[in-house]
């Protein structure tokens, strides 16, 4: 009963039941976003992700190249490196992507550079640092953040970290480590053997 209730706590706070996002909404996001200092442009490039808001969880795939040294934020340390400008600014993001279930689903260093380009036309995309893939529980979670005025003040951090960056969301999605399935998994294996000790 104890695993059951731990069980149905954490599925119904890791899965969104929200629904896709209403229009009154995503129009009071939008006016967020451009209030905290999101360009026109990238505030309708917004608008039309959310528009088509599934309710589901999704994830963003982040291709990172850093820059070596940053640029210089007034404030932090001249001879801060790139990491430490990333730390930085996840110091807001961590919190407020962990309160809302969404966190990194891989992350990994670049073994070598791009082994297959096919129709770009595009100089100086061979070469990355880092991949992340970002799990977040919904898009309102996502505009959530965003839209938080903290954000707009730490994301100076991560344009000066970074040289150059590809991300784009992935709606649906599936992975078999899904900790829902995983923790499923693992409290009947524990229900069980707790069963046959009981019995023995």
Request: charged residues 25%.
């Amino acid at each position: 009963m104890i695993l059951a209730t731990i069980y149905v706590a954490f599925f119904y706070w890791y899965t969104s039941f929200g629904g896709p996002l209403t229009p009154d909404e995503i129009d009071w996001y939008v006016a967020e976003a451009e209030r905290v200092g999101q360009s026109r442009e990238t505030s309708e490039d917004f608008r039309g992700f959310l528009e088509n808001d599934t309710g589901d969880d999704f994830v963003i795939l982040n291709i990172i190249d850093s820059r070596e040294p940053p640029l210089v934020v007034e404030g932090f340390p001249p001879a801060a490196n790139a990491q430490e400008m990333v730390d930085r600014y996840m110091e807001f993001m961590y919190p407020e992507l962990f309160a809302r279930a969404c966190h990194p689903v891989l992350i990994g260093s670049a073994a070598h550079r791009a082994v297959d380009l096919m129709g770009l036309d595009v100089e100086d995309i061979e070469v990355w640092d880092q991949g992340v893939l970002m799990r977040y529980r919904s898009r309102r979670d996502l505009a959530d953040i965003l839209s938080n005025p903290a954000f707009a003040g730490r994301h100076e951090f991560k344009v000066a970290a970074i040289e150059k960056t590809i991300a784009f969301p992935l709606d649906p999605w599936f992975q078999l480590g899904d900790p829902r399935l995983v923790l499923a998994l693992l409290f009947l294996v524990v229900g069980f053997a707790w069963q046959a000790l009981r019995r023995d």
